[in-house]
């Protein structure tokens, strides 16, 4: 079933570059962050989250999803998770969370950063499996997650 929402991601994150532009990123409620939707259907949002140097998206939490995954793509990254000490976050790092879980993360760094945030929403398996197809983007490599 962990296919089922990878196809989807993996069309995202290949869509924009294939096209040669970049989704319009959107200012947040916090000062130095924006995001960038990539992908939003009713079983599955993906965004793009930019943070400026020093910048901090403060701690928060997603209760309509079954899960959330953050993964660090660029720069120097910390994750912190209400109640527990900060995690360095170095790019590749990836975190799963249920839903509800607090967390926030910042950039530490003297560059930009950036994190992929995934979203498989409440109900999603079931509305998976009716998906219409995604296009193929061209890419070779992609392979079943696991």
């Known amino acids: 079933m962990r296919t089922i929402w990878a196809l989807p991601v993996m069309a995202a994150m290949c869509w924009f570059p294939a096209l040669g532009q970049s989704p319009p990123l959107i200012p947040t409620e916090d000062p130095g962050v924006a995001r960038s939707p990539l992908m939003a259907r009713p079983e599955i949002r993906v965004t793009r989250v930019e943070l400026q140097p020093g910048a901090t998206r403060r701690i928060h939490a997603h209760t309509d999803v079954q899960y959330h995954v953050l993964s660090v793509l660029t720069g120097e990254m910390q994750l912190m998770l209400e109640g527990q000490p ?8 990836t975190f799963f969370f249920t839903p509800g879980t607090r967390h926030g993360f910042k950039n530490v760094g003297k560059t930009q950063a950036a994190v992929m945030e995934i979203f498989v929403v409440q109900g999603a398996v079931s509305q998976a499996s009716t998906a219409p197809p995604v296009p193929n983007s061209g890419k070779s490599g992609a392979g079943p997650a696991r």
């Open 86 to 93: 900060p995690a360095d976050a170095a790019p590749g790092r």
